[in-house]
């Protein structure tokens, strides 16, 4: 992955500057680089670390998948500052330490995966590389997720392809170390 970063970065936003509602957006999280970064966005940010902070919460899709899909886009998306602060979270909601070695080196089909897990990165890669999946990898994904789960999916593989990008094209330094999962 890559982990040289340009001179020139988003400026990290330093919440005892920032204006009051980026103060308490900034306050719901970690305050890491990425959100930080995020935060720069003043008009945006307060409701997106919000909504962030949902996607800590208990959903339907259990946690440690929805941590695999991202860690998943992470590597997919070359993104060296989400993939190492996902194995944080990750470990923390159970992902072992066999998913991660299996989806750091792209084997999606490892036997650490179940059918239902093994559909879904399936899933993820078409919905990055093609915007919807086919007629196949749907039905796969449907046979084993309610809608509802299929769609919180679709929220987090899209809202992991709008961070590695803010973090990879913002050129977000890594922290000093990653930060512990919010919930």
């Not at 093994?118 to 086919?134: C, G, H, K, N």
Request: hydrophobic share 45%.
């Amino acid at each position: 992955m890559s982990t040289q970063l340009a001179k020139t970065s988003l400026n990290l936003v330093d919440p005892e500057t920032a204006s009051q509602p980026i103060k308490d957006a900034l306050a719901l999280l970690p305050l890491i680089n990425v959100f930080r970064a995020m935060a720069n966005a003043e008009t945006l940010y307060p409701y997106f670390g919000k909504y962030m902070l949902q996607l800590f919460r208990p959903m339907e899709l259990d946690k440690a998948l929805e941590r695999m899909i991202v860690l998943h886009v992470a590597k997919r998306s070359d993104c060296v500052y989400a993939w190492r602060q996902n194995v944080v979270v990750g470990h923390s909601v159970g992902v072992t330490d066999q998913q991660i070695v299996a989806l750091e080196a792209g084997n999606i089909k490892a036997n650490c995966f179940s059918e239902a897990e093994q559909s879904v990165f399936s899933f993820t890669d078409e919905v990055m590389d093609l915007i919807e999946a086919t007629d196949e990898t749907y039905a796969a994904v449907k046979k084993n997720f309610s809608d509802r789960a299929i769609t919180e999916m679709l929220y987090v593989i899209g809202t992991y392809m709008l961070v590695v990008r803010v973090l990879r094209t913002g050129r977000v330094p890594l922290d000093d170390e990653p930060a512990a999962s919010p919930q």
